[in-house]
């Protein structure tokens, strides 16, 4: 069995920092694909940024770039996601997500096949 698990999450405020991680246990994740989704309230889930866990590339959400970034520590099964500048827009629910096969598109939710309970991330202007 597959368990993605978030932490990190909390309260901020406007151009403070934030660090995500996503621990994932139960088989090998050399050949996952990780997503980081967000919801907010009466919105829908989006895209913000995913990486290639063996080949290393990333992407990001064209409202976060430049602004978050994703590391991995491999001996850990983990992967992080620091976001810096955070402004109240991006409050929201975020989710990790692990992919195997590689999705076909990294910003479509359906094709992520596990997912974390969530963290809140609250930014205050």
């Known amino acids: 069995q597959v368990q993605v698990v978030e932490s990190g999450g909390g309260l901020v405020q406007a151009g403070g920092s934030l660090r995500l991680s996503c621990a994932a246990s139960?088989?090998?994740?050399?050949?996952?694909?990780m997503g980081w989704f967000r919801q907010a309230p009466g919105k829908e889930r989006e895209f913000v940024a995913a990486?290639?866990?063996?080949?290393?590339?990333?992407y990001y959400a064209d409202s976060v770039k430049g602004r978050f970034t994703w590391s991995r520590d491999n001996a850990k099964n983990t992967v992080y996601l620091q976001m810096n500048s955070l402004v109240p827009e991006d409050t929201a629910v975020y989710y990790c997500a692990a992919a195997l096969p590689p999705p076909r598109a990294v910003e479509d939710f359906n094709e992520y096949d596990y997912w974390g309970q969530g963290t809140q991330v609250t930014v205050s202007s």
């Open positions: 139960g088989r090998a994740f050399s050949v996952y694909t």
């Open positions: 990486i290639t866990w063996g080949g290393g590339y990333t």
